[in-house]
């Protein structure tokens, strides 16, 4: 009988790790920008389109940083944000 070869395996690609230091200096970043209201850009792994709107809410509950943005609000996972940037 011949042999069969079995079907690979396909894995998800993984987040980038980050050192503790840049999770802080993240958290910072979304900490300043929700207290100030300021309306910011989030470039999110994974994503095809960047977040844009204001901070409303960061639930370390759930470690989602909700953002408001035209009467929707949108749940972003904290550990997938890779960075915080002003709009131009």
Same mark, same amino acid.
């Given at each position: 009988?011949?042999?069969?070869?079995?079907?690979?395996?396909?894995?998800?690609?993984?987040?980038?790790?980050? $050192?503790?230091? *840049?999770?802080?200096?993240?958290?910072?970043?979304?900490?300043?920008?929700? !207290?100030? %209201? +300021?309306?910011? =850009?989030?470039?999110?792994?994974?994503?095809?389109?960047?977040?844009?709107? $204001?901070?409303? *809410?960061?639930?370390?509950?759930?470690?989602?940083?909700?953002?408001?943005? !035209?009467? %929707? +609000?949108?749940? =972003?996972?904290?550990?997938?944000?890779?960075?915080?940037?002003?709009?131009?």
């Amino acid at each position: 009988m011949p042999a069969v070869a079995k079907p690979g395996k396909s894995y998800k690609a993984k987040r980038p790790t980050r $050192v503790e230091f *840049e999770l802080e200096e993240l958290a910072d970043q979304l900490t300043e920008a929700k !207290n100030e %209201e +300021t309306e910011v =850009v989030l470039t999110v792994w994974g994503w095809d389109e960047v977040v844009r709107g $204001v901070i409303t *809410e960061m639930d370390s509950r759930t470690t989602l940083v909700h953002v408001y943005r !035209n009467g %929707e +609000t949108i749940k =972003v996972p904290f550990l997938d944000v890779m960075r915080v940037s002003s709009p131009e």
